[in-house]
């Protein structure tokens, strides 16, 4: 099996979108870039112009911007349509008085109107925040309150959680959905709707605010991470070259508009790069997302190791009765793709699934497997050309390959967070020696492919060898009993920290002493001894954030009998 893998991925065609890494890295220069923008002869920037009215300009009104679906219905959107459309929710938003550099919040579940809603408030030069549906009472206070939010777009469903009294600066709730306002700051959608479709776009500066974006909570209180207009530079380059967009792909990124990549991924990277997008509500569901792919033609696919591992924990047969022959190439990031992933995907859906790294801060893919490059299953790959990416020790010298330590970016690369909001002694100290700290551990090999280790404060130290959970994780699930694994340190008087594995079985496996007793095995044998976890708790399911991510720091605290601390971006 492992032969198979390793030959299919050295199959790998190297000729693909990016030709030559080297030399693209080489010549790389984002004022070349720059020229594929309309603003670089006319000097008028707004994101929305480039991602979308471009396209009608140039000729391509008629071509399908975005194909919604869910359970119950699906409908289509051209980038006509959706130009339009944002222009009568902009020119509706400007009736109210709201303009540009006021933060509008928009809380509800996928659907057309959240997507018509963002490119208004981007339109008019303000500030849109994006917030998770599943955000309850408190999480939805802090980020209104800590952003200062003007306006919400909402559903009546979601009413209830947002405590209006306790908001001085919010004005307006538009409701999404409902036929009657009950109170005088309750706008209707439809009635912001009824304003005219007349032209209507706010030119603003390269480095004006566009998106507000909380992080996603894994380490701690989540931080308001403002991303501005410049992002297209890098958010198109990722389109072109990590997700490999062409002008006739059908692309499907299953991330919500809460998280970066439903927004930098979901939104921008395709449409700025002219290519229709599939936009999916509702919740994770194996057979409707088959169904999708197999239903819309989808060419390219994004998602993340979450997903990746619950489609891959359900079973293999399932695949194999939708025809997923349109598929190129799938696109993966959040999260540590682990290898058994990587072949699970060559082996059951024969697709070649990429992993790239970013973070929120980033705004956009740092570190990628590029199709031109071998992949290299397990590692986050190579820099993006134009971004120089390195690791360093804790006083921010550079170390030589093979050495552990901070992933660092050297800034500025344009999707890079400006600030973070209300709090810029927070973003003061993501700075070291000229360098931006990522909070991740990894290393660089000797042929520039970077490998992550796990967050720098989940790094384990067991007898005194250093162990990264994210291997001792995919060691794990390459056992097939194993679904899903998290892996931290409790301490330990002898040992320092001993490693303790919580894991969620596949279906068919029951817990039992042998059981268990295999898998440390398992890792004892084909990972190492000093790596075996010597605790288990077998789970139902995982602490994870409502992006997916497994929170270690929620693990270690149940261990520990210990505050959980912010727990707004949990799962139920
Ligand atoms: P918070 O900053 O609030 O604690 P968070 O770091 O999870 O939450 P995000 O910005 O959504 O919030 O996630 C970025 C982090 O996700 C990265 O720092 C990294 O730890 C992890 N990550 C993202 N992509 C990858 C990847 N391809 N491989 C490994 N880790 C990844
Ligand atoms: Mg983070």
């Not at 207009?229 to 062409?246: E, F, I, N, R």
């Not at 924990?313 to 190439?329: A, F, I, Q, V």
Request: net charge negative.
């Amino acid at each position: 099996m492992t032969n198979t893998l390793k030959e299919q991925i050295e199959m790998i065609d190297t000729a693909a979108n990016l030709g030559n890494y080297e030399k693209a890295v080489q010549e790389m220069d984002w004022k070349n870039v720059e020229q594929n923008f309309t603003w670089s002869k006319t000097g008028k920037v707004n994101m929305v112009y480039e991602a979308i009215d471009r396209h009608v300009d140039e000729g391509k009104g008629d071509k399908k911007a975005f194909i919604y679906c869910d359970s119950n219905h699906e409908e289509e959107y051209t980038f006509s349509d959706l130009k339009a459309l944002s222009c009568q929710f902009a020119n509706g938003l400007r009736s109210k008085g709201i303009e540009k550099g006021d933060r509008v919040f928009i809380f509800m579940p996928r659907s057309p109107e959240l997507y018509i809603s963002m490119l208004g408030i981007i339109r008019i030069g303000a500030i849109a925040g994006p917030m998770f549906e599943a955000f309850m009472e408190e999480a939805v206070k802090d980020r209104l309150l800590d952003s200062g939010a003007k306006a919400v777009v909402t559903t009546p469903a979601l009413l209830e959680r947002i405590p209006v009294n306790e908001l001085p600066d919010l004005q307006y709730i538009i409701l999404v959905g409902a036929d009657e306002a009950a109170e005088p700051y309750q706008l209707l959608f439809t009635d912001l709707m009824q304003s005219s479709d007349e032209y209507t776009i706010e030119w603003v500066d390269r480095e004006a605010g566009m998106l507000l974006i909380y992080t996603s909570g894994s380490t701690g209180k989540p931080k308001g991470v403002l991303q501005v207009h410049d992002a297209m530079v890098h958010q198109y380059l990722s389109g072109k070259w990590v997700y490999d967009l062409k002008e006739d792909d059908i692309y499907w990124c299953t991330a919500d508009p809460g998280w970066v990549t439903g927004t930098s991924a979901g939104m921008w990277s395709p449409w700025l790069n002219g290519v229709t997008n599939v936009l999916r509500g509702g919740r994770f569901d194996a057979n409707e997302w088959f169904e999708t792919l197999e239903k819309y033609k989808v060419t390219v696919w994004f998602s993340a190791p979450t997903a990746l591992r619950l489609l891959k924990g359900n079973t293999d047969e399932l695949p194999k009765k939708y025809d997923l022959s349109n598929l190129r190439h799938m696109l993966s990031a959040g999260e540590p793709l682990n290898p058994e992933v990587i072949r699970w995907g060559l082996e059951t859906l024969n697709l070649r699934i990429h992993d790239n790294w970013w973070m929120t801060e980033t705004g956009s893919a740092i570190c990628a497997n590029f199709r031109s490059n071998p992949i290299r299953p397990g590692s986050m790959g190579k820099p993006l050309p134009g971004i120089e990416v390195s690791i360093i020790d804790d006083e921010g010298n550079e170390l030589p390959p093979n050495h552990m330590g901070n992933l660092a970016i050297k800034p500025k690369w344009p999707a890079m967070v400006r600030t973070i909001w209300n709090n810029p002694e927070r973003y003061d100290q993501y700075f070291l020696k000229g360098w931006f700290v990522t909070g991740d551990s990894a290393y660089k090999d000797s042929d520039g492919y970077f490998w992550f280790e796990g967050r720098v404060d989940d790094v384990i130290n067991t007898s005194g060898e250093r162990v990264g959970p994210f291997e001792v994780e995919s060691k794990l699930v390459e056992h097939p009993a194993v679904a899903e694994a998290g892996v931290i340190g409790v301490p330990d008087p002898v040992r320092g920290e001993v490693i303790k594995a919580f894991i969620t079985l596949r279906s068919g496996y029951t817990a039992s002493e042998e059981l268990l007793l295999e898998i440390r095995n398992f890792v004892k044998t084909n990972l190492a001894a000093h790596a075996a976890p010597r605790l288990f708790e077998v789970r139902e399911t995982m602490p994870k954030t409502r992006s997916g991510k497994i929170m270690r720091r929620v693990l270690k605290a149940w261990e520990l009998g210990l505050p959980t601390g912010d727990l707004s971006t949990m799962e139920d």
